[in-house]
């Protein structure tokens, strides 16, 4: 079956629901009669006018009733102030006790009111760039385009960005005539304007952790309640002007476990092809975004389903292709399973380092190329947390006696191998993995990958950088080399969040092997007490 029509059977990604008490006391603040329109450069369709902010339809259409600003006591919604990181709590302190006004904005509002730790916090203040600059000992002023501060805690940097400074941050263009209406507040007004140019109504959402009071002026948290990724503008508008938005709907689908709106699915697939006009560093970073929070797994179901997997990751969506996956298909894959297996050890404030899942598409690609023994694979993840004791990897996994993941066409039918021969089974292994990097890092092979699906878009996309690509093949390296000398061997089976962060080497071995050995060997089947008394030993 061809790509695109297999696209339309594509993934189904289930959609908790969310619980909102119904005795939520809103306090409404007085409204705007009109939300700013986009410059004469962009013309919005007639259909696309119900799309716009409620306030912005009742002034087009005479409408003498302005739609109410909501203002929610954040108590009520859940929120305290000790949910917020300590060195952000310093650092709003720190500005508010000068007397600026400060507030969080972004998806940290989301999270907090989802009861969800957020990846960061997003502070916006009413001071200028400069006079945060000089109300912190340790901050500098970074980027050209859009600058913000880094603020220095200790060992974290608190962004901050500023209400000034902020307005350049959309390509929308204001109208010249457009000017605070009579009966809004200036505060209100700043505030409102900003949110506006948020990319998603639930994004645009703005919290004063000193009011208690969470301002809501898009309609964000009705779009929390259904459970709905929405932009503020025109979908066709808003990726228009912005490619990244495009990756980053389908992030906070997947990690929110939200539905697009019919508008932002349809110009998904529409606008599918204009990330490659993104940079390629921040294509890594998007992706780096979906696969090392918590939500690869769910990322890679809704990059297929929106067509942009094929594009991101040829290799990748060529195995998909091969399966016959469709959207609701149950039968898991094996890629699937192994993200899946990542997602349970890390979280949106927990990540990984990208070579980590970096190293798992190239171990996938290499049992794709060539259905291994699961026996080998066990011992090469063994033998990769031990940090190349090999010999040692090999005989636990002569003494496994439960049977392996039979449902992966990439792992063959187990056979009875002497130590000597697993052992040479291992090292060609090890260097096929490292052979499947170097596919990945090849424009030509790149291309090549969707080449026999003619209705497939092209591509030859290479993000990895050469440098990363080395990192990852050093996690590999001590299959064949040994332990060498001054290695310290990773002991319980605990993993260190900061340390996988850092991308710290025998933190990186460990999660690998961890997330291998568990997929061929799933815990439910075995207990998987191999690798957990390997670590103690």
């Given amino acids: 079956m061809p790509i695109v029509a297999r696209r339309t059977q594509c993934l189904f990604l289930h959609r908790p629901r969310l619980f909102f008490s119904s005795f939520l006391k809103i306090r409404r603040c007085s409204s705007i009669a009109a939300v700013a329109s986009p410059s004469e450069q962009v013309k919005l369709p007639k259909e696309e006018e119900g799309h716009l902010p409620a306030s912005y339809r009742s002034r087009k259409n005479g409408d003498s009733k302005t739609s109410e600003w909501k203002k929610l006591d954040s108590k009520e919604l859940g929120i305290s102030n000790s949910m917020i990181a300590g060195p952000t709590r310093m650092v709003l302190n720190g500005l508010r006790k000068k007397g600026y006004e400060v507030y969080l904005v972004g998806g940290c509002v989301r999270d907090l009111i989802l009861k969800r730790v957020p990846k960061d916090f997003d502070i916006i203040t009413s001071a200028e760039l400069n006079e945060i600059r000089k109300s912190f000992r340790r901050c500098e002023i970074v980027g050209k385009r859009f600058p913000i501060c880094h603020v220095r805690v200790g060992d974290t940097i608190v962004e901050v960005s500023s209400f000034s400074t902020s307005a350049s941050k959309s390509g929308v263009k204001f109208k010249h005539d457009f000017r605070r209406p009579p009966g809004c507040s200036e505060h209100d007004f700043l505030r409102w304007r900003n949110c506006l140019r948020r990319d998603f109504t639930i994004n645009g959402l703005m919290f004063d952790p000193y009011a208690n009071v969470v301002y809501d002026y898009l309609g964000g948290m009705e779009d929390l309640k259904k459970t709905k990724v929405r932009t503020v503008i025109p ?241 590999f390296e001590c299959v064949t080399r040994g332990m060498g000398d001054g290695f310290v061997a990773k002991c319980g089976r605990k993993i260190q969040s900061e340390s996988l962060a850092m991308g710290s080497l025998p933190e990186i071995r460990h999660a690998f092997a961890r997330i291998i050995f568990d997929t061929v060997y799933p815990p439910d089947q075995s207990g998987n007490k191999f690798l957990a008394s390997r670590n103690q030993s």
Wanted: charged share 20%.
């Fill in 235 to 475: 979908a066709n508008v808003s990726f228009a002007e912005d490619n990244a938005r495009i990756l980053r709907a389908i992030r906070i689908a997947a990690r929110l476990g939200f539905h697009l709106s019919r508008e932002v699915a349809v110009c998904l697939k529409e606008f599918s092809s204009s990330v490659l006009r993104l940079d390629k560093g921040r294509i890594l970073m998007e992706l780096n975004y979906m696969f090392a929070y918590g939500s690869a797994e769910a990322s890679l179901r809704l990059l297929w389903r929106f067509g942009l997997l094929e594009i991101l990751l040829p290799i990748q969506a060529s195995y998909f292709v091969s399966q016959g996956f469709q959207r609701r298909d149950k039968r898991s894959n094996m890629l699937l399973s192994l993200f899946s297996n990542l997602d349970k050890l890390v979280a949106p404030d927990q990540p990984c380092h990208t070579i980590l899942w970096i190293s798992i598409f190239a171990l996938h690609k290499a049992v794709v190329d060539k259905p291994e023994d699961p026996s080998v694979i066990a011992a090469f993840s063994l033998a990769v947390n031990s940090g190349g004791s090999l010999r040692e990897s090999v005989e636990i996994v002569r003494r496994i006696p439960i049977p392996h993941e039979g449902k992966f066409h990439e792992l063959s039918e187990r056979q009875e191998l002497g130590v000597e021969a697993l052992m040479d089974e291992v090292i060609k292994f090890s260097a096929s993995v490292k052979a499947s990097l170097s596919k990945m890092s090849d424009a030509y092979f790149v291309s090549q990958a969707m080449a026999k699906y003619p209705q497939a878009p092209y591509s030859d996309l290479i993000f990895i950088p050469a440098a990363m690509s080395s990192r990852v093949c050093k996690i």
